[in-house]
């Protein structure tokens, strides 16, 4: 456990946090909504992070001043797009804490540095915007400054800031509304998490993997994609071209005052405008419909120096024309609430899971959401749950781009059985057709408790009994839920059926199901008998037979 770290680690920090960004590149890509659609916010990232790496490796300095000042130097140099310049100013303010240490650097400088790449940040933009890399780091800034004399070693510290940086950026959709029209989180929030789990990769020794997987996606899967972001209008980018360079050599005639009003300048013919440096270097980035002019503007103070124009409306087909490409005919949706029956979906090639079921209903607005982020031409809707089926009909009239296919699964077994059914080869009506029919295959009971004393079914339940259901009725209950699932086998079993298949929840066990398994197994020697984790709620087992 890291209580201090020293030159040598940070360098470390800064190399694993490059790698992990360089490594998730297309992912924070395929997030890029904010300023404007054009898929480059991970690239831009990461070729900034890259360039420090060079200039900080080229540093044989042991000096935290030393090794500061060419993290500081190559992410400026390197900066790109408005994501990276951010992030640029961010590591500077970083820096200008760290580098006053002289043998290590505690977690309260560590905090300290935190609050200072905020506020660099923040004064780095013309107009800051919430909802972007900025509320993600301001979030965690706030929040490591409230922990640090908490906190014994750098690898707790860094964990509860990351955690805090989840939620600030779980938030960013509720504070820019094209990311919440979009269905994703702010990109560069995104790549400065990856920055910052690496930094403590670095200091576990955790092998560099991919932070941001399907498999470890939060309801509603991952953090989107840019499905939804290739169907904005051409028209909603006002600011056509990306501009950016550097000015050198400056003017002796040129003073603080002069880069004060060429930003001024800038923001009268563009927007996202970035300019910052000193009397030595000044970077400048501007969205504009006039290149040329901010060109023009800039060589009143100095010589230019890597110049780069970028075309964000061509950027923006390119994706479409992407997209595009790889659009397919058929994809399918489910809904589904447990980690372990989703995961039982994603093997069977659904393109896409809702977190949803009996306590919690999605909409048909997010039925529809979810089908346009499928990119295919029919999308077939398993809703697991008949309370589900009606909002999956509505969904039809949202969506005026594909056709749904609602097939009526009513719970998540029967979702399996249609899923099996999906023949890539075979037309949209055919295998419609066939999940239908597959339906009638599986005979689905449900295992839970009972809520309240009532009477049912015939049967006189009180609170806390273990009860076992089918879609229609109570079939059987008991004190033990080992007895309610053999009586509900017992009640549902008829002599055609050859498997069955146990789904456990998530107040299960995994030994606990497989020994009800060897007991089933013991009683039904003619079957075969199987089990999966679910990880549902509500439901301690759902059962299937077929």
């Not at 510290?157 to 989840?166: A, C, K, N, P, Y």
């Not at 009640?491 to 066990?509: A, C, N, P, S, W």
Request: hydrophobic share 40%.
């Amino acid at each position: 456990m890291h209580k201090t770290i020293n030159s040598s680690e940070l360098k470390n920090m800064i190399l694993v946090g490059a790698k992990q960004l360089e490594i998730n590149r297309a992912k924070v890509d395929a997030l890029n909504v904010f300023p404007v659609p054009d898929g480059d916010t991970g690239t831009n990232m990461s070729l900034t992070m890259q360039s420090c790496v060079r200039e900080m490796t080229a540093c044989q300095s042991s000096k935290f001043a030393e090794v500061c000042d060419s993290i500081s130097k190559g992410a400026l140099k390197g900066a790109r797009g408005n994501s990276g310049v951010i992030l640029s100013q961010i590591l500077k303010g970083m820096c200008t804490v760290i580098r006053k240490s002289e043998e290590g650097v505690d977690i309260k400088t560590f905090a300290k540095a935190f609050e200072s790449g905020t506020k660099v940040a923040y004064g780095a933009v013309s107009v800051p915007k919430e909802g972007t890399i900025l509320t993600v780091i301001r979030m965690m800034s706030e929040y490591a400054v409230k922990i640090a004399s908490k906190k014994k070693n750098f690898e707790t510290f860094l964990e509860d800031v990351i955690q805090e940086g989840e939620k600030a950026l779980a938030l960013t959709p509720e504070l820019l509304p094209v990311l919440k029209k979009a269905g994703v989180v702010d990109s560069g929030g995104v790549g400065l998490m990856v920055i910052i789990k690496g930094f403590l990769s670095a200091l576990t020794g955790e092998e560099v993997a991919e932070s941001y997987t399907e498999a470890d996606s939060a309801p509603e899967s991952d953090f989107g994609d840019n499905s939804a972001i290739i169907g904005m209008d051409l028209g909603e980018i006002q600011y056509a071209y990306c501009t950016e360079f550097f000015i050198i050599n400056l003017k002796k005639s040129t003073t603080l005052s002069a880069i004060d009003r060429l930003r001024e300048k800038l923001m009268a013919i563009g927007d996202s405008v970035i300019c910052i440096g000193d009397l030595e270097l000044v970077k400048v980035h501007v969205h504009t419909n006039q290149p040329g002019k901010a060109l023009t503007y800039a060589l009143e103070l100095g010589e230019l120096e890597r110049p780069k124009i970028e075309n964000m409306l061509e950027q923006n087909r390119q994706l479409k024309a992407k997209m595009d490409a790889e659009r397919k005919e058929m994809g399918m949706l489910a809904i589904c609430t447990g980690a372990g029956l989703s995961e039982i979906f994603k093997d069977l090639l659904v393109d896409r899971i809702i977190e949803g079921g009996q306590t919690m209903n999605p909409s048909a607005s997010d039925i529809a959401n979810a089908v346009q982020k499928i990119n295919a031409e029919h999308v077939f809707v398993f809703p697991n749950n008949k309370n589900i089926t009606l909002a999956a009909e509505q969904a039809k009239a949202l969506v005026d781009n594909k056709t749904i296919h609602v097939i009526p699964t009513k719970n998540v077994p029967q979702g399996f059985a249609a899923a099996l059914e999906f023949n890539p080869e075979a037309s949209a009506e055919e295998n419609k057709t066939n999940m239908i029919h597959a339906l009638d295959n599986v005979k689905v009971g449900q295992v839970t408790y009972a809520v309240r004393n009532t009477s049912l079914n015939g049967f006189s339940i009180k609170e806390g009994d273990i009860i076992g259901l089918d879609d229609k009725k109570i079939l059987a209950k008991s004190h033990s839920l080992e007895e309610t699932v053999m009586k509900l086998i017992g009640r549902m079993k008829e002599d055609f059926h050859q498997v069955i298949t146990l789904y456990y929840g998530e107040d299960v066990k995994e030994e606990e199901a497989e020994a009800l398994c060897e007991a089933i197994a013991e009683k039904y020697p003619d079957c075969d008998v199987d089990f999966h984790n679910g990880g549902q709620s509500v439901y301690y087992y759902i059962l299937a037979l077929e």
